[in-house]
């Protein structure tokens, strides 16, 4: 299977990746990489048997999206208990210019 693609949206795309999963049962799927293969096309292609690039073409760039919730208003529950891994540079509460900022900026 041959793959140019800049990507684009990965609506149903699950149910493309599973026919390539299925075609590999019954021989080797080999994907060839010529231009690019990013976002739901590397989604597929990654479902291949094997991945042959060109030395010059892009590979990969998964997008995602990251939903920021304002948590600073909820009454905390004595039978609920949190717990948030975190990054130094981000707090949980108020969504201020600078979060806001930092997550659209790949929009």
Do not use: C
């Not at 291949?48 to 760039?61: K, M, R």
């Amino acid at each position: 299977m041959s793959y140019d693609t800049p990507g684009g949206s990965v609506t149903n795309v699950d149910e493309l990746a599973k026919a390539v999963r299925a075609g590999k049962a019954i021989k080797p799927i080999v994907a060839y990489v010529g231009g690019a293969a990013a976002s739901a096309g590397y989604w597929l292609a990654s479902q291949s048997t094997e991945i042959v690039i060109a030395d010059t073409a892009l590979l990969g760039s998964i997008g995602v999206r990251a939903a920021l919730q304002d948590t600073s208003k909820r009454t905390p529950r004595p039978d609920v208990s949190n717990s948030f891994p975190r990054n130094p540079r981000e707090a949980n509460g108020p969504l201020n210019r600078r979060r806001a900022s930092a997550h659209s900026a790949h929009d």
